[in-house]
């Protein structure tokens, strides 16, 4: 592995460990999981595969805001 993949995979295992730590503490989970993959996807196909599958299952008013957002 490259450095950069390290370093991207180091900094997206984080968030995405981060964001699921918030689905029992206080915290915008919802937000920093996705976030998390998207980093992580920027390498990944896996990660590109579970944040499409994640987008695909949001009701179709949350999924015109996220594909704005994440435009991947």
Known sequence: MNPKT???AVIGGT???????????PGPAIVVIPLGLA????E???AKKLL???KDQLPKS???RF??????
Not at 17 to 23: D, F, H, K, N, S
């Open 39 to 42: 980093i992580l996807a920027t």
């Open 15 to 25: 968030v995405l460990l981060l964001g699921i730590a918030m689905i029992v503490l």
């Open 6 to 8: 390290v370093v991207i």
């Open 67 to 72: 594909t704005r957002f994440w435009r991947r």
């Open 44 to 46: 990944f196909v896996w």
């Open 52 to 54: 499409r599958k994640m």
């Open 62 to 64: 949350a999924r015109k």
